[in-house]
């Protein structure tokens, strides 16, 4: 059977909002056409989505399923569509995504060069789209740092980078050549904690020390400004805490912490030439970058 998208797009609306009445607001459609269309949708799945009554609506298991698998097919499909537009118009582009701390530029002057008719762009991602970008054809290939969700994605390890703890310039740690993660489990963590595994799963971590809501942040410099400001500290790849330098803080390594992975990820369906081209531009520039570091901690 076919899928028919957008009666999945429909379903994602109602989904996400629980509600018909706000999802057909939305969609900018009536409500019993969404109604409707639901119900059309679920006859062709043979397979009940929601449980709806005059109070709620609540997603059955093979809902949440096709929630599941419908954000990363829907995304294709636009990524699909944006290449496609691309190269019915104009000169064709490449675009590569890349996150703080990571310089491409070797990378993005090497692929110029063998293609000149080829424009060339890149875009800085965050933690939240560094996979994203490439899902929804934003861009063709992304500089990610694991862990990231790798559904509708292929990825090709490049290299791996030491992570350092980024705290006050006061902080009673600042000074220490290197830390264990046990001297930071009742350090107040900034980012989301499924960004550091390592310091969530602690054993011994104790759970709301602080009760204010953890910040919204969308880039370093954000997380630089509440660290300084003495709100918590920040895990950061050394080559991002190396960049991102500032007088008020200092970055230190952490000695039983992992490192950081970096891959080159794009969207599994993306069979272009140049993908797979620039792939291996990006593993070779790995391997002849020297990427020891120079400084354990300022």
Same mark, same amino acid.
């Given at each position: 059977?076919?899928?028919?998208?957008?009666?999945?797009?429909?379903?994602?609306?109602?989904?996400?909002?629980?509600?018909?009445?706000? *999802?057909?607001?939305?969609? #900018?459609?009536?409500?019993?056409?969404? @109604?409707?269309?639901?119900?059309?949708?679920?006859?062709?799945?043979?397979?009940?989505?929601?449980?709806?009554?005059?109070?709620?609506? +609540?997603?059955?298991?093979?809902?949440?399923?096709?929630?599941?698998? *419908?954000?990363?097919?829907?995304?294709?499909?636009?990524?699909? #569509?944006?290449?496609?537009?691309?190269? &019915? =118009?104009?000169?064709?582009?490449?675009? $590569?995504?890349?996150?703080?701390? $990571?310089?491409?530029?070797?990378?993005?002057?090497? $692929?110029?060069?063998?293609?000149?008719?080829?424009?060339?762009?890149? +875009?800085?991602?965050?933690?939240?789209?560094?996979?994203? !970008?490439?899902?929804?054809?934003?861009?063709? %290939?992304?500089?990610?740092?694991?862990?990231?969700?790798?559904?509708?994605?292929?990825?090709?390890?490049?290299?791996?980078?030491?992570?350092?703890?980024?705290?006050?310039?006061? #902080?009673?740690?600042?000074?220490?050549? @290197? !830390?264990?993660?046990?001297?930071? +489990?009742? /350090?107040?963590?900034?980012?989301?904690?499924?960004?550091?595994?390592?310091?969530?799963?602690?054993?011994?971590?104790?759970?709301?020390?602080?009760?204010?809501?953890?910040? /919204?942040?969308?880039?370093?410099?954000?997380?630089?400004? =509440?660290?300084?400001?003495? &709100?918590?500290? !920040? $895990?950061?790849?050394?080559?991002?805490?190396?960049?991102?330098?500032?007088?008020?803080? %200092?970055? %230190?390594?952490?000695?039983?912490?992992?490192?950081?992975?970096?891959?080159?990820?794009?969207?599994?369906?993306?069979?272009?030439?140049?993908?797979?081209?620039?792939?291996?531009?990006? &593993?070779?520039?790995?391997? &002849?970058?020297?990427?020891?570091?120079? *400084?354990?901690?300022?």
């Amino acid at each position: 059977m076919d899928v028919d998208l957008r009666k999945l797009r429909y379903f994602v609306a109602v989904a996400e909002e629980l509600h018909f009445g706000r *999802a057909a607001a939305r969609l #900018h459609i009536a409500q019993p056409v969404l @109604s409707r269309q639901i119900r059309a949708f679920e006859h062709e799945l043979r397979a009940e989505l929601f449980v709806r009554d005059r109070r709620s609506t +609540v997603l059955t298991e093979a809902g949440r399923q096709l929630l599941a698998d *419908a954000r990363p097919l829907l995304a294709s499909a636009e990524a699909l #569509h944006r290449r496609v537009q691309r190269a &019915a =118009h104009g000169r064709p582009t490449f675009t $590569i995504a890349f996150m703080p701390g $990571i310089i491409v530029t070797a990378e993005a002057r090497a $692929i110029a060069h063998l293609h000149p008719h080829l424009s060339v762009g890149v +875009v800085r991602t965050s933690w939240n789209d560094q996979a994203e !970008v490439v899902r929804e054809g934003r861009a063709d %290939v992304s500089y990610v740092r694991l862990p990231v969700d790798q559904r509708g994605l292929s990825l090709r390890p490049l290299f791996t980078e030491p992570r350092v703890v980024v705290l006050p310039q006061e #902080h009673r740690l600042a000074g220490k050549e @290197s !830390v264990d993660l046990a001297e930071l +489990v009742e /350090e107040r963590l900034l980012q989301d904690p499924d960004a550091v595994p390592e310091w969530r799963d602690l054993p011994n971590r104790p759970t709301d020390l602080d009760p204010r809501p953890r910040p /919204e942040l969308n880039s370093v410099e954000e997380k630089l400004e =509440h660290v300084a400001a003495y &709100a918590g500290m !920040v $895990i950061l790849p050394l080559s991002t805490a190396t960049f991102y330098t500032r007088p008020d803080v %200092v970055h %230190v390594p952490v000695d039983d912490l992992g490192h950081n992975q970096v891959c080159l990820a794009w969207a599994e369906d993306n069979r272009s030439p140049l993908v797979r081209e620039f792939v291996e531009i990006a &593993a070779r520039q790995a391997q &002849a970058v020297d990427r020891t570091p120079r *400084a354990t901690h300022e």
